[in-house]
């Protein structure tokens, strides 16, 4: 890579060029100088592929000819709105010029687009505005992303509602669409459905409290090419696993499912047979089963009282040294899982039946729980190489007779085959 | 192994493996509208937009590179990286501006794609972080913009956001 001081000599206007440019004339055996300002558009472009866009943009500003490369095509079918407000944000922000410009020039050549927004509910106001006018696009991907306080929850739905349902009729492509966190509703998703149904491949609508579950199933229903779901509990139903392993429907690849409750004791949750989980595994036997447990304790009688095809679980409030037991008996597919907190009781016997009955478990994640360091030991012994993350606060393990705590590092170690220490802070 | 003979602008004529320039659809076209096959033929394909000293260095990294399959397509949804440029090719990139332009043209005339895109990531490497005015000095390009002052505003405060 080449920088300053050749390209300096070649370029200083002033003194001796005659001298220079007759040497380089000689050395490239040609007569022509080389006019970067006029090569060939096509590779221009490529240069263009490889820079972010304020760098487009100053080169963009060189020449005519390179000017007219910097609206191409190609150079606009990603691009991703931030929209902050500087009063309150310290992250940068699309600016509104520039918005009015890819607009005016380039919305029919956007096709993976997304809309990062902050808390406030201008953000929310402006990515709205900006979808409605989205006319002329085929979008393949959507993205809506909250990076704080989900602020499109701020919009009155019917103003969201339209502006969504611009992109969903316009797009008639629509493989991949990100809405979590917004007041999408069920007439909307019939929009999508009817529009983009072939080529929907990727939804994922958590904490989305305007759709109910015949909204959600008319979307399984449909779109048969669907292979990853992200949902709240509220919306799993018998009929949705069902639908989704229909002969029609494709294998799914990944479906994960949001447990949460707001208020302690005041949200019932649904049972699911056992034998729509069945089904759902025999027709996705390599689905990952993603699960997002945020309840309180008294909140999880209805759950893990038969076997389900779980492969990912993580508990983010407190959950009971039972409900721990009853993970490991019913559980035999879980590959990861992660315990935020728990009680004052230690979990030996618990994290003994999970090493015992989850064979494939490969990656845990301890906070504020407690576990013996005889039975730490024992569980990694039992486990041995197949833990691949092994992330446990210091303050869970409890010395005992047989270990200390400098002891406990040397022997996880050793049955791992690697150094282990455990960690200060958690690292989920 | 098969060999082919390529004819430079100048007139050169270089002996080169067939194996080195099969990937150049530039070449391999030219192989079938000639009516040629892989041996036996003696005439010389000419190539009159590659120079001599240009030529050899391209062949010099298709050399090195022969084993290389041809760059797979990016997602078109992924950014594109500058940073991997590989050893080897750096130094063979310790070029002056003038031959580097060649490649690139070379590269693009033959099309031998990873040459071109590994030249042209050196090209976006020389871009980044510089101003337009910094931009056109470096390459030595006559800014024919009208009203430059009024559509520079926009981008300056560009940075400003950033």
Redesign the interface.
């Given at each position: 890579?080449?920088?300053g001081g050749?390209?300096?000599d070649?370029?200083s206007?002033e003194e001796g060029t005659t001298e220079k440019s007759k040497k380089?004339r000689t050395?490239?055996?040609?007569s022509q100088?080389?006019d970067?300002?006029n090569?060939?558009q096509?590779?221009i472009l490529?240069?263009?592929?490889?820079?972010?866009l304020?760098?487009r943009?100053?080169?963009?500003?060189?020449?005519?000819n390179?000017?007219q490369v910097f609206h191409m095509p190609d150079l606009w079918?990603?691009f991703e709105f931030e929209l902050n407000q500087p009063a309150t944000s310290y992250l940068?922000?699309t600016?509104p010029?520039?918005i009015k410009q890819i607009i005016k020039r380039h919305s029919n050549h956007l096709?993976?687009v997304s809309f990062k927004v902050d808390s406030s509910k201008e953000s929310a106001e402006a990515a709205c505005d900006i979808l409605s006018q989205l006319v002329n696009c085929s979008l393949k991907?959507l993205g809506l992303i909250s990076t704080a306080r989900p602020s499109f929850m701020d919009l009155p739905k019917s103003h969201f509602i339209s502006a969504l349902t611009v992109v969903f009729v316009n797009s008639k492509s629509l493989s991949s669409l990100k809405i979590d966190d917004t007041p999408v509703d069920d007439p909307s998703l019939k929009v999508l459905v009817a529009n983009n149904s072939d080529t929907l491949k990727l939804l994922k609508m958590s904490s989305c409290p305007h759709v109910s579950p015949a909204g959600i199933l008319c979307v399984a229903d449909q779109c048969h090419g669907l292979r990853e779901l992200a949902l709240n509990y509220h919306l799993l139903s018998d009929e949705l696993l069902l639908a989704l392993s229909s002969e029609k429907h494709v294998r799914l690849e990944h479906l994960r499912i949001d447990v949460v409750s707001e208020n302690p004791g005041q949200t019932h949750f649904h049972t699911i047979q056992k034998s729509s989980w069945d089904a759902f595994i025999r027709h996705s036997p390599k689905v990952n089963l993603v699960m997002y447990f945020f309840l309180y304790e008294e909140e999880f009688d209805p759950f893990f009282r038969y076997e389900i095809p779980a492969t990912h679980l993580y508990f983010g409030r407190s959950v009971s040294k039972d409900v721990l037991g009853r993970v490991g008996m019913t559980c035999p597919r879980l590959v990861e899982l992660v315990v935020c907190a728990n009680g004052l009781r230690p979990l030996d016997e618990e994290l003994i039946r999970i090493a015992e009955r989850c064979k494939n478990l490969s990656a845990i994640g301890l906070g504020e729980c407690e576990v013996s360091c005889s039975a730490f030991v024992e569980f990694v012994k039992m486990c041995g190489g197949r833990l691949s993350q092994l992330s446990i606060m210091e303050e869970v393990l409890i010395p005992d007779q047989k270990y200390s705590l400098e002891q406990i590092h040397w022997e996880v170690s050793k049955h791992l085959g690697r150094v282990w220490f455990p960690d200060m802070m958690p690292t989920w | 192994m098969p060999s082919i003979k390529l004819q430079s602008s100048?007139g050169e004529i270089f002996e080169v493996d067939v194996e080195i320039v099969k990937q150049s659809l530039t070449i391999k076209t030219m192989l079938e509208d000639l009516g040629m096959h892989d041996e036996g033929d003696d005439d010389p394909i000419p190539l009159p937009n590659a120079?001599?000293?240009i030529f050899k260095k391209v062949i010099q990294w298709r050399t090195h590179h022969k084993d290389n399959p041809p760059p797979p397509e990016v997602d078109?949804?992924k950014?594109?990286?500058?940073d991997d440029?590989s050893l080897w090719d750096?130094e063979f990139?310790?070029?002056?501006?003038?031959?580097?332009?060649?490649l690139?043209?070379a590269a693009?005339y033959l099309d031998f794609k990873g040459l071109?895109?590994v030249t042209?990531?050196?090209?976006?490497?020389?871009?980044?972080?510089?101003?337009?005015e910094e931009?056109?000095?470096?390459?030595?390009?006559?800014?024919?913009?009208p009203g430059?002052n009024k559509?520079?505003l926009?981008?300056s405060?560009?940075?400003l956001?950033?």
């Amino acid at each position: 890579m080449k920088r300053g001081g050749r390209d300096s000599d070649r370029n200083s206007s002033e003194e001796g060029t005659t001298e220079k440019s007759k040497k380089l004339r000689t050395t490239n055996e040609h007569s022509q100088t080389c006019d970067w300002g006029n090569l060939l558009q096509d590779i221009i472009l490529q240069v263009f592929k490889y820079l972010p866009l304020l760098d487009r943009a100053h080169a963009s500003q060189v020449c005519r000819n390179w000017n007219q490369v910097f609206h191409m095509p190609d150079l606009w079918r990603c691009f991703e709105f931030e929209l902050n407000q500087p009063a309150t944000s310290y992250l940068k922000a699309t600016h509104p010029e520039l918005i009015k410009q890819i607009i005016k020039r380039h919305s029919n050549h956007l096709q993976y687009v997304s809309f990062k927004v902050d808390s406030s509910k201008e953000s929310a106001e402006a990515a709205c505005d900006i979808l409605s006018q989205l006319v002329n696009c085929s979008l393949k991907t959507l993205g809506l992303i909250s990076t704080a306080r989900p602020s499109f929850m701020d919009l009155p739905k019917s103003h969201f509602i339209s502006a969504l349902t611009v992109v969903f009729v316009n797009s008639k492509s629509l493989s991949s669409l990100k809405i979590d966190d917004t007041p999408v509703d069920d007439p909307s998703l019939k929009v999508l459905v009817a529009n983009n149904s072939d080529t929907l491949k990727l939804l994922k609508m958590s904490s989305c409290p305007h759709v109910s579950p015949a909204g959600i199933l008319c979307v399984a229903d449909q779109c048969h090419g669907l292979r990853e779901l992200a949902l709240n509990y509220h919306l799993l139903s018998d009929e949705l696993l069902l639908a989704l392993s229909s002969e029609k429907h494709v294998r799914l690849e990944h479906l994960r499912i949001d447990v949460v409750s707001e208020n302690p004791g005041q949200t019932h949750f649904h049972t699911i047979q056992k034998s729509s989980w069945d089904a759902f595994i025999r027709h996705s036997p390599k689905v990952n089963l993603v699960m997002y447990f945020f309840l309180y304790e008294e909140e999880f009688d209805p759950f893990f009282r038969y076997e389900i095809p779980a492969t990912h679980l993580y508990f983010g409030r407190s959950v009971s040294k039972d409900v721990l037991g009853r993970v490991g008996m019913t559980c035999p597919r879980l590959v990861e899982l992660v315990v935020c907190a728990n009680g004052l009781r230690p979990l030996d016997e618990e994290l003994i039946r999970i090493a015992e009955r989850c064979k494939n478990l490969s990656a845990i994640g301890l906070g504020e729980c407690e576990v013996s360091c005889s039975a730490f030991v024992e569980f990694v012994k039992m486990c041995g190489g197949r833990l691949s993350q092994l992330s446990i606060m210091e303050e869970v393990l409890i010395p005992d007779q047989k270990y200390s705590l400098e002891q406990i590092h040397w022997e996880v170690s050793k049955h791992l085959g690697r150094v282990w220490f455990p960690d200060m802070m958690p690292t989920w | 192994m098969p060999s082919i003979k390529l004819q430079s602008s100048g007139g050169e004529i270089f002996e080169v493996d067939v194996e080195i320039v099969k990937q150049s659809l530039t070449i391999k076209t030219m192989l079938e509208d000639l009516g040629m096959h892989d041996e036996g033929d003696d005439d010389p394909i000419p190539l009159p937009n590659a120079n001599a000293a240009i030529f050899k260095k391209v062949i010099q990294w298709r050399t090195h590179h022969k084993d290389n399959p041809p760059p797979p397509e990016v997602d078109e949804d992924k950014e594109k990286r500058t940073d991997d440029i590989s050893l080897w090719d750096q130094e063979f990139l310790k070029v002056d501006q003038g031959t580097l332009f060649e490649l690139i043209l070379a590269a693009n005339y033959l099309d031998f794609k990873g040459l071109l895109d590994v030249t042209c990531k050196s090209v976006a490497n020389m871009v980044k972080r510089k101003t337009p005015e910094e931009i056109c000095k470096t390459f030595n390009i006559k800014n024919d913009l009208p009203g430059t002052n009024k559509i520079c505003l926009w981008t300056s405060k560009l940075i400003l956001y950033f």
